[in-house]
């Protein structure tokens, strides 16, 4: 009797919802309070404004991308709630035309038409709303819209990423603040860009390239503005 191995695989693609929201916290966490940092510092700002200057812009960051979060995927949800519901309706209408449909998906995709007949009539037979909700529409378990779930990661993983730049403010030397915060910022940037695309199984060196390159970029023209406005004022 032949025993059946059942070959159970992790895919990537299951961390896409938090990933991404994980990442764009963290990194913007760090991006947007070390720059305003180095941007209140270079206006030579006293150590307790600065701290001050930081620690508003970690709540409000945070409060910032929970909300912008929860609105852009709750859009994304309600779109394929109006989808679904718009197929629903489809399939109690007319079933056997929404059969033909989804045959005509896998005909496209190499199968012969007899075959494809049959295995649109099995699923949707289990479950046509899924069925289609996968195959017509491409909405899947793994890639459906989560917006609870993208606000309080954002949220959480801004408030991380901006600590770690609040920190060197308390325990950095005044005369050196502005330098440590850039080399520990874009180390922290250089870290987190190297764990995300490891989580997500993309090239490392590209990933940790492109996060500092643009941290980099947005702390020199901070401190560029605020060494402007320091000697304006």
């Not at 496209?108 to 046509?128: I, N, S």
């Not at 793994?142 to 770690?164: H, K, N």
């Amino acid at each position: 009797m032949t025993r059946l191995h059942l070959h159970r695989e992790r895919h990537l693609v299951s961390r896409i919802g938090w990933l991404r929201a994980a990442v764009l916290g963290a990194n913007d966490g760090i991006v947007s309070t070390a720059s305003l940092i180095i941007g209140v510092a270079a206006a030579a700002a006293k150590p307790a404004d600065i701290l001050v200057a930081g620690a508003a812009g970690l709540v409000a960051g945070a409060m910032s991308m929970a909300a912008g979060e929860y609105v852009s995927v709750s859009s994304q949800s309600d779109t394929e709630q109006a989808d679904l519901a718009r197929e629903r309706s489809e399939l109690a209408g007319n079933v056997d035309a929404e059969i033909s449909e989804l045959a005509g998906i896998y005909v496209k995709r190499g199968v012969d038409p007899a075959t494809a007949d049959t295995v649109a009539r099995q699923l949707m037979a289990r479950d046509a709303l899924a069925a289609h909700a996968r195959d017509e529409l491409g909405i899947s378990e793994m890639t459906t819209a989560r917006p609870i779930q993208a606000a309080l990661t954002s949220a959480a993983t801004f408030s991380a990423g901006a600590a770690l730049p609040l920190a060197i403010v308390i325990l950095a030397p005044g005369a050196w603040l502005v330098p440590i915060e850039a080399i520990a910022s874009l180390l922290f940037l250089a870290l987190l860009g190297g764990i995300g695309a490891r989580a997500g199984g993309a090239p490392v060196w590209t990933a940790t390239w492109r996060v500092t390159f643009w941290g980099a970029l947005a702390m020199a023209l901070t401190a560029g503005i605020g060494r402007l406005v320091g000697t304006a004022v």
